[in-house]
């Protein structure tokens, strides 16, 4: 836990050096001052000192929603319109075991750099001077941000961004939950970390990480990997699926290894069976078994090419070859025939499936313009005699909601129908593609025999040539078959890999974390800070149904949304709540909480004095007052108010004047006893 | 009426012969094309994207057959690539005669179309001049129905669609079924 012991904004102007400081103890202040006095130029500086520029919608080291005063020019009270020539800004934090930071960055110039000034209880103080930016969370050596972590005991922890890149729980992602800015911040509940960074689930990350839930942050982390990751082996498995499917198609093999649906689909098909075995079951093919009849039949050919006996009355070699190529062709041809039937049909599929979405989507539009009213045709009248028009008369109707979802509901079962003919034909188309490739290596087979024998003379060397040709066919036939064999082996080698992937990824995510009683906690906090600062829909209803929903921490009252409930100035009590709840339930848990809020302007969200109240009346409660945490409140208020709150023993800091002031001279002997003045920054 | 009920009637005749029929109404609900609504806000959207004015005419105009063929495709967008090729093929008489002869029947035969502008032009909303179609005395009918459904994203497929037609060169021979 640590605490803001103090901010100062200092520079040099061309009418010499100015400064403004703000000092704070623990527990609850309320910061009052004018507008334009430095409220908020004090505020900003403590997130300009904690690199966290970017809340304000700011690029990384971009200081111009800072003041003039601190930038370009400034009224000093003497002088106006003073040319302001550098500044800087230092936070003294401090931690639970008394040592100190002083985080001092140059406002104007070398704005990416940050000195840092560790003050330690025993040691001597010690300075060093880091880079700033979120890139830095991943340098242990110069990065600022990785620096803070390790100061405040908080644990680098990795996030996943949309695009499945590796990131961290930055420091940005963290402080809209305890550094509300009066822009935005109150707009809704962390409403400014939404995208930042595009980590995926940040706003859930960042409530468990402040909780001190981290095993509930390594596991929600994992499961998004493991969603990246099925991203992937969706998409590898595919692939796997389209070469089993090129290979098998060059045989002439009708299989069906799928590589479609969810990745545990694919697992349970690819792993009840192997490649080998799909191919025995679909096509009926045994690589062993038909190499061995090949080689059979190579010996036998190889026998009657050299060593059989010969018939020279045999004439029937030329006219077998020839009539073998006329069959195989008239088979093609049929089969060619088939082919294009089918895929015609699936081409008509395809236009109806097409014409049936359009015709849904059609119907859902018809069906959202009559229930919502839009472009209802009630009550059309004649323009001449204003007798209202009868549709009947014109042979026309209008349909009602209900008939229209009965339509809907036709047509999207029409949708499944067509889809499964589509199916059943692309397996069909399947099958006849094989069957049109193995009749295409038959056909080149025979025809190439046919050639031989017809170029040969003789009947001995018709019968020879014949089944030379056989021979040679037989024998590309094996080196084919060990070709696809070596394939198939090479390819069950890949989905033997992607099978132990899918494994290793299901196995990601872990089990167990006490993230349920850390949210309970946190729960009955945001009821007690509910009820103290008169949010209305919790004060009408009570706390009883108040809840955050599973796993995104979105507060609910029954089943509403609280964010949607009470009046226009609720969402800031909820916003208000949320944060010093988080606070409150951090330092119970002893989770990851810095032990510091934030609020800019909370009195400027409410729209009456009424209102306004409410949240003076919840500064002067105990749970304000005694809070465990330090809570910063930047505001202005009236004198009758301010007297009201120090009544009430809240501390206020009034600013009257600007904070910016000129360096005051030092006291007589501090400055006999000084030789060389130190520069002014 | 026994003729009211044609599906009972079919159904008692086939358990009759020993089947066992399952009647569900409800798959025979009729077709969204056939509802008014939807016709008008059609019409509406192919009025509001591609009625112009021009030299003769100081309000925007639709010839009367290029709003009906232009309200069929709308409805059925999978179409534009038939009326595509249907367009692209006009030079040639012969295959131009070959060009699906299914989508000119259906646009030629659409009566409903009729029966929707007889309608639209009752209640004010059009006006038939001679071959053309204008605004009536309350064509803000027309224009109210296309801003809402524009502002509600409704009907984006029709919309898509009338705005590839536009690309898409119609001649009067081809309105006219040729």
């Known amino acids: 836990m640590i605490r803001i012991a103090s901010i100062e904004i200092r520079g040099k102007s061309d009418r010499g050096d100015f400064i403004g400081r703000l000092e704070f103890a623990p527990g609850l202040q309320v910061i009052s001052g004018p507008n334009g006095f430095g409220k908020t130029l004090a505020a900003e500086s403590i997130a300009w000192c904690l690199n966290l520029e970017t809340i304000f919608g700011r690029k990384e080291s971009d200081p111009t929603f800072f003041p003039e005063a601190v930038l370009e020019e400034l009224n000093l009270p003497d002088v106006k319109s003073v040319r302001v020539l550098s500044s800087e800004a230092q936070l003294t934090l401090e931690r639970h075991d008394g040592e100190r930071l002083e985080l001092t960055r140059a406002i104007t110039h070398d704005r990416e750099r940050i000195r840092i000034t560790r003050l330690g209880v025993k040691s001597g103080p010690s300075t060093l001077t880091l880079l700033t930016g979120s890139g830095t969370m991943a340098d242990p050596t110069i990065g600022f941000q990785r620096y803070l972590f390790e100061w405040l005991g908080w644990p680098p922890k990795p996030a996943t961004t949309f695009e499945g890149r590796d990131a961290f729980i930055y420091i940005e992602n963290l402080a809209p939950l305890f550094y509300i800015e009066q822009q935005e911040g109150w707009t809704d509940i962390q409403a400014r970390q939404v995208s930042r960074y595009a980590q995926q689930q940040i706003r859930e990350l960042s409530v468990e990480y402040l909780l001190g839930a981290l095993d509930a942050v390594d596991q929600r982390v994992a499961r998004q990997r493991t969603a990246t990751l099925e991203n992937a082996l969706r998409a590898s498995a595919k692939l796997l699926a389209d070469q089993a499917a090129q290979m098998f198609l060059k045989q002439g093999w009708a299989v069906d290894w799928s590589g479609n649906g969810s990745v545990r689909e694919i697992e349970g098909r690819w792993s009840a069976q192997t490649l080998r075995q799909a191919l025995a079951r679909d096509a009926e093919i045994d690589i062993k078994k038909q190499r061995a009849i090949a080689v059979e039949r190579v010996v036998a050919l190889r026998r009657i090419v050299t060593t059989d006996p010969v018939d020279p009355a045999n004439m029937s070699a030329g006219s077998s070859a020839s009539q073998l190529v006329v069959d195989l062709k008239q088979r093609r041809h049929r089969i060619n025939s088939e082919l294009r039937t089918l895929h015609g049909q699936y081409s008509d599929n395809e236009h109806l499936f097409e014409s049936l979405v359009h015709r849904i989507r059609s119907a859902t539009d018809v069906h959202r313009l009559k229930t919502t009213g839009v472009g209802r045709l009630a009550h059309l009248e004649c323009p001449t005699c204003h007798r209202e028009l009868d549709t009947e008369e014109f042979d026309l109707t209008e349909q009602t909601g209900p008939e229209v979802e009965a339509h809907i509901e036709a047509l999207k079962r029409d949708r499944v129908l067509t889809r499964q003919t589509m199916n059943a034909l692309a397996t069909v188309i399947r099958t006849t593609e094989a069957e049109m490739a193995r009749l295409d290596g038959e056909l080149h087979n025979a025809q190439r025999a046919l050639e031989d024998v017809t170029a040969s003379v003789g009947p001995v060397r018709e019968q020879i040539v014949r089944a030379a040709a056989n021979l040679a066919a037989q024998e590309r036939f094996i080196e084919k078959l060990d070709e696809t064999d070596a394939s198939i082996e090479e390819l069950q080698k890949a989905v033997d890999g992607w099978l132990a992937e899918a494994k290793a990824a299901h196995a990601l995510g872990g089990t167990g974390t006490d993230v349920g009683d850390r949210v309970a906690v946190f729960t009955k906090a945001l009821g007690q800070y509910l009820l103290a600062l008169g949010h209305s829909a919790v004060v009408d209803r009570g706390v009883a149904n108040l809840r955050l929903n599973g796993g995104q921490y979105e507060p609910y009252l029954g089943h509403r949304r609280l964010r949607a409930l009470g009046s226009g100035s609720d969402p800031a009590r909820l916003v208000g709540a949320y944060t010093l709840a988080l606070a409150a339930a951090g330092v119970t848990l002893k989770g990851l909480h810095p032990g510091v809020v934030i609020l800019d302007e909370p009195l400027q969200q409410n729209p009456d004095t009424r209102h306004l109240g409410l949240f003076l009346d919840f500064l002067s409660q105990d749970l304000a007052k005694n809070a465990k945490f330090q809570t910063l409140v930047f505001t202005f208020l009236n004198d009758d108010q301010v007297r009201k709150l120090r009544d009430s023993g809240t501390t206020v800091i009034t600013v009257d004047g600007h904070l910016l002031g000129p360096v005051p001279p030092p006291p007589p002997e501090q400055a006999r006893s000084t030789e060389k003045p130190e520069k002014a920054p | ?178």
Do not use: C
């Not at chain 2, 204008?134 to 984006?156: N, V």
């Open chain 2, 1 to 178: 009426m026994e003729n009211d009920r044609p599906l009972e009637r079919l159904a008692t005749l086939l358990a009759a012969s020993g089947a066992q029929p399952d009647l569900n109404p409800g798959r025979l609900a009729p077709s969204t094309i056939y509802d008014l609504e939807y016709r008008v806000v059609v019409v509406a959207m192919v009025f509001q994207l591609h009625a112009a004015t021009d030299r003769f005419s100081s309000r925007p105009r639709i010839q009367g057959r290029r709003l009906k063929l232009l309200q069929f495709i709308a409805m059925r967008p999978w179409l534009v690539d038939v009326i595509r090729g249907w367009s692209a093929s006009r030079r040639d008489a012969q295959r131009s005669l070959d060009y699906e002869q299914g989508l000119r029947r259906g646009f030629i035969s659409d009566t409903m179309h009729e029966s929707v502008m007889d309608f639209l032009v009752a209640a004010g909303a059009l006006r038939r001049e001679e071959l053309f179609v204008i605004p009536g005395a309350k064509s803000s009918i027309i224009f109210d129905l296309h801003s809402e459904a524009e502002k509600r994203t409704l009907f984006r497929s029709e919309v898509a669609a009338l705005h590839e037609l536009k690309d898409i060169v119609i001649t009067n021979e081809m309105l006219e079924g040729w």
